[in-house]
């Protein structure tokens, strides 16, 4: 059993070895050195991209925002901050440093110009999804990062460069926080900022493990106090970097399992046929409820607040608000303008149906007393059944040449009344020659 661990543990070193594919050292430097430079060229593509990045979340585009990304020079100056901090290659840090605030610079400066003269200002949901970094977005970056170090420093690099460019997503953060400076949405501004700073640092973090990993030789050998100063460095930097995407984190996912928590109820415990739920949100503890369509008993709602507890909103206040019009709903209710729209048109929709549903009764109503008025009555040709001026009306057509006797008439009165089920029914009874009306 020994041998076989033993063997097991070789055969795995074998297959995830990386040395026998380490790409030579002085290659890696001299390419990392020649993509950190923004001069000419790689300045104009970066503006260009940065352009493209805008236009693509102006107009809510994934399509534009990844071609931006691709073409986007923004990995080399990071790149080049891990390599220089894992050969320990202070010149190479000092000029990656430089490289990537002017690339930084450049690129928010060129965003706002863009947001400024946009005419359209709405945020789109592209440009939304940079303003909340998390902890996702951080491993992300590192992973990204650590699957784009392996790519450079081996010879295997396949098409690995592209996606990482991809999905460490360094162009729309900063054309983010240019639409936020452009429309003074500082909050949009420091997320975005932040999200890029996160990709930054772990970005840089991997390479610089990665760098590690494939033992690059150090250009300055530094001493044990040296290298533990520098660790240290390292180390505070991702940590301060890490705390507060993991306090967004923990929002977050608090208020998605708060999220599903309310649907649950709502959707057991409140929803019924017949009804419509509008809308349901949570506000300063209590959960708010705008239904239009069938009633919902008291008796239910009180039902529900007893069961509260079970989908874990023992905390909560239960509003539920049935507005007969869109006024009503808007007063009674913090929804907005939009959906407040949306709750006037679905009352809307929901009349017109209880009222096709009224004729389609009626209908039907009146085809089955006119074919069971016919045998009953033998002067009875048709019967219709219909609402007239609001009222319930049986309009009795009788035969050709044919009239009611007085008991006749009176029986065929009541046998409407009990077939219609209402006792305010009008009843008009004509012929050809004459229309005798009750």
């Given at each position: 059993?020994k ?8 055969e795995?070193a074998?297959y995830?070895n990386l040395m026998?594919v380490k790409?030579?050292?002085q290659s890696v430097?001299?390419q ?7 001069r ?8 260009f991209?940065?352009l ?13 925002i ?6 986007s020079?923004?990995m080399?100056?990071?790149?080049g ?8 290659d ?8 430089k ?5 930084t610079l ?15 200002s709405?945020a789109?949901?592209?440009l ?7 902890l ?18 081996t010879k295997?690099k ?18 983010t ?23 930054t ?5 991997s390479?610089f493990?990665?760098v590690k ?11 044990a106090?040296?290298m533990?100063r520098s660790?240290k460095?390292?180390y505070?930097l991702?940590?301060?970097?890490m705390?507060?995407?993991?306090f967004l984190?923990?929002?977050i ?9 309310k649907?649950?109820?709502?959707n ?6 017949g ?9 300063n ?22 069961r509260m507890h079970?989908?874990g909103?023992?905390?909560m ?11 009503e709903?808007?007063l ?5 303008s939009a959906?407040?729209?949306?709750a ?6 929901a009349?017109l149906q209880?009222q ?12 089955n007393?006119s074919?069971e008025?016919v ?12 609402k007239?001026n609001?009222?319930l009306?049986a309009?009795?057509?009788l ?6 006797e007085r ?5 065929l009165e ?11 029914l009008?009843i008009?009874?004509r012929?050809?020659s ?5």
């Open positions: 059993m041998i076989n661990i033993q063997y097991m543990k070789k795995l074998r995830f026998p790409e030579e050292e430097i001299d990392v050195k020649s993509a950190i430079v923004f000419g060229t790689n300045l104009w593509i970066l503006m991209a940065i493209i990045a805008s236009l693509g979340l102006n107009v809510n585009s994934t399509a534009v990844i071609g931006a990304m691709l073409i020079p923004l080399g100056p990071i790149i901050m891990g390599l220089s901090v894992g050969i320990n202070l010149d190479l840090l000092k000029q990656s440093a490289n990537y605030l002017v690339a450049i690129s928010v400066v060129t965003a706002t110009l863009y947001f400024l003269i946009s005419p359209l709405e789109q949901s592209e939304l999804a940079r303003t909340s970094p998390t996702y977005d951080v491993l992300i970056a590192f992973f990204g990062g650590a699957a784009g170090v392996l790519a450079l420093t295997s396949g098409q690995v460069i592209p996606g990482v460019a991809i999905a460490t997503a360094l162009m729309p953060p900063l054309c926080a240019g639409y936020g400076l452009a429309t003074a949405q500082w909050a949009y501004f420091f997320g975005a900022f932040y999200l890029f700073f996160i990709n640092v772990f970005i840089a973090t390479t493990l990665g990993l494939m033992r690059f030789h150090s250009v300055h050998n530094l001493d106090d040296a533990r660790r460095v390292v505070t991702v940590l301060l970097t705390i507060p995407a993991a984190t923990v929002n996912v608090r208020e998605n399992v708060l999220e599903n928590s649907n649950q109820f709502v057991a415990e409140i929803d019924q046929p009804t419509q739920i509008l809308s349901s949100h949570v506000q503890d209590t959960l708010k409820v705008v239904a239009v369509g069938k009633e919902i008993a008291e008796a239910r709602v009180g039902e529900a607040r007893e079970f989908y909103l023992e905390d206040k239960l509003v539920v608000i049935q507005a007969e019009n869109a006024e709903i808007a009674a209710s913090d929804l907005s959906e407040q729209a949306n006037a048109l679905s009352k809307q929709v009349d209880r096709l549903a009224a004729v389609a009764s009626l209908d039907t109503l009146s085809q007393v074919s008025a045998p009953a009555f033998p002067e009875v040709r048709t019967v219709a059944v219909g007239l609001g009222t009306t309009v009795v057509t035969r050709e040449g044919v009239k009611l008991g006749a008439m009176i029986r009541e046998w409407l009344r009990v077939r219609t089920k209402s006792k305010k009008d008009v009874i012929n050809e004459e229309i005798v009306e009750n």
